[in-house]
């Protein structure tokens, strides 16, 4: 027999909401977290509106010492650590300072790059013959394991602590790696999730691609227009979210709350071969990654009631909703709805896996789909596809039973996970 995946914890570092609470009032309000960042206008960046958490460094104070926040500035490892312990203690487990690790539980926490602002910092004093100076934690917070590596320390985790990196995949993979581990009866509790880091060093390179809006620098919360027909482009963002997957048998001897199950899923990569390329979807690909995490999940298309997709505010996004009306063989009435959270945090690149998954399972677990912000000028060739009511642009209170999640990454790599009430 092999392990039912579960998932007892959730923890959440995003733009509109830092913790469960503050995230889920924000996402069912369709509460944006997009703001202009005089930075970026100081830099003459073209797009210069951003998703970027709010985190205080009084909140930073409960999970870090003092001593830890000197000299550190890496965002995305303290995004990954609040999220992550967030999730550890929301599924009910303690933190202890015990002598011996906790072998049955792990991290797989995924990331893009890992503290460029030290990587920053320490290049400068290299530089100027200052390399004694670097401090003792450069090594941790700019190697990419760094985030696995605070969270297994802070947790004491004893089990398999590694980060993935899979570009905008990172978080969808994560949990799917994790899932395998629990499944095959390697680990009974794995924290998945990813982080990104903020700021212009992470953002600069999609500002010279120029695949970022440039159109709404006066007006931030209008900026993230996925689906809309005056989609000019996403807003980059960061943060982090993490879900604790468990083990259906220690979940349930220990009474623990579930919001949802992992029934499976799947990754490939198109191999940029046809239509892929390092930053375009191969069709085929994305097609057969949907197709193959319905069949690893053991569900038909039918049963799917909502998609929470990639759907990035570019001209790709049609293109996405045209693979899954293909690849799930529905369309128009019959299509799930469907939508886009980043409308309201942006592109949060490394993360949005992660925290997109975290919405997902809330839906299923408080029974809504959240709005489609900025859609009501719903591009002409998906409502062509599909049936303009499964796009809403309104809450819709509703019990939610599966949602298919995806992800589609640079380097033409794909992944879709499938959530499900569990019962």
């Keep these: 027999m092999k392990n039912r995946v579960v998932i007892t914890g959730l923890g959440i570092v995003a733009p509109n909401g830092v913790g469960l609470d503050a995230f889920t009032h924000a996402i069912k309000n369709g509460i944006s977290g997009i703001k202009h960042d005089s930075e970026l206008e100081r830099l003459q960046f073209s797009c210069q509106i951003v998703g970027k ?9 409960d999970y870090f010492t003092e001593l830890e926040l000197r000299n550190f500035n890496s965002t995305g490892i303290l995004y990954g650590v609040i999220a992550a312990m967030d999730a550890w203690k929301d599924a009910g487990l303690s933190i202890e300072n015990n002598e011996n690790p906790d072998w049955d539980s792990g991290t797989i926490f995924g990331t893009g790059t890992s503290g460029i602002e030290k990587f920053r910092e320490s290049i400068y004093k290299i530089d100027d013959f200052q390399t004694r100076r670097l401090g003792s934690n450069a090594v941790a917070q700019t190697m ?5 590596a605070y969270i297994g320390g802070k947790l004491g985790l004893g089990n398999q602590v590694t980060t993935n990196s899979s570009a905008c995949t990172t978080g969808t993979e994560s949990i799917l790696m994790a899932f395998e581990r629990i499944k095959s009866g390697q680990a009974k509790r794995i924290i998945a999730g990813s982080t990104s880091d903020s700021g212009p060093y992470i953002w600069g390179g999609f500002d010279a691609m120029k695949v970022c809006t440039y159109k709404h620098n006066e007006s931030p919360e209008k900026g993230s227009r996925p689906m809309s027909a005056t989609a ?6 960061s943060g982090a979210g993490a879900l604790l997957l468990e083990d259906l048998d220690s979940a349930l001897n ?9 029934l499976g899923g799947n990754v490939n990569s198109g191999g940029q071969r ?26 038909s298309s039918n049963e799917i009631d909502a998609i929470n997709g990639h759907l990035t505010a570019t001209s790709k996004d049609s293109l996405e909703i045209k693979n899954w009306t293909e690849a799930l063989n529905r369309n128009g009435t019959d299509f799930p709805y469907i939508n886009s959270l980043k409308s309201t945090v942006g592109h949060c690149l490394s ?19 959240f709005p489609n912000v900025n859609c009501d000028d719903l591009n002409p060739e998906i409502a062509d596809l599909i049936d303009a009511a499964k796009v809403s642009t309104k809450l819709i209170e509703k019990e939610i039973n599966i949602v ?12 879709c996970v499938i959530f499900k009430k569990y019962k």
């Excluded at 085929?284 to 995490?293: G, P, R, S, Y």
């Excluded at 993360?351 to 029974?367: D, K, N, P, T, W």
């Excluded at 298919?404 to 992944?415: E, H, L, P, Q, Y």
């Design 274 to 299: 046809g239509e892929g390329t390092m930053t375009a979807p191969n069709s085929i690909a994305v097609k057969k990654c949907i197709e193959n995490a319905l069949l690893h999940s053991g569900i």
């Design 404 to 415: 298919a999640k995806a992800s589609f990454g640079f380097g033409d790599v794909n992944g």
């Design 254 to 262: 220990r009474g623990a709350k579930i919001y949802a199950e992992v």
């Design 351 to 369: 993360a949005a896996g992660s925290i997109e998954s975290v919405a997902s399972v809330l839906q299923i677990h408080h029974g809504f789909i």
């Design 53 to 61: 958490p709010d985190v205080s460094r009084e909140l930073s104070l």
């Design 232 to 237: 000019s482009g996403f807003v980059p963002g």
């Design 144 to 148: 990419n394991s760094g985030v696995s």
